[in-house]
């Protein structure tokens, strides 16, 4: 299912749908047509990053034993995803990854988009 099919389906149903602000710095760039962030930010509650938040992004690296820039981004995303009350779908490109850091949350669980 894609972005648009994700958010007309929360939309219908209520729940929030959130994301991390660091996220951004990946969805835009030159090979993003401008019209899909345009369309989706304003569908979207972007949550800043705080240094409680980086904090539990570290811990979550460090439980699932990564670290690097190459995880950064997607332990920032679920760390504000998990932050959250109730069961969180974390939509991604890299289910692999967030897979692997939201392990010890049975409450989150990753899609692909």
């Known amino acids: 299912m894609g972005v648009h099919a994700w958010l007309s389906a929360a939309r219908d149903a209520d729940p929030p749908v959130i994301t991390s602000a660091v996220v951004l710095v990946e969805v835009v760039h030159p090979k993003i047509n401008d019209a899909a962030p345009r369309w989706t930010l304003p569908r979207v509650r972007v949550e800043p990053v705080a240094q409680a938040l980086a904090q539990s992004a570290a811990a979550l690296l460090r439980a699932a ?7 950064a981004v997607d332990a920032m995303l679920c760390a504000t995803a998990l932050r959250h009350p109730g069961r969180v779908t974390i939509l991604t490109s890299d289910v692999e990854d967030i ?10 669980v990753a899609e692909t988009v």
């Open 65 to 71: 034993g990564l670290h690097d820039h190459k995880y």
């Open 99 to 108: 897979g692997l850091l939201s392990a010890g949350h049975p409450r989150g």
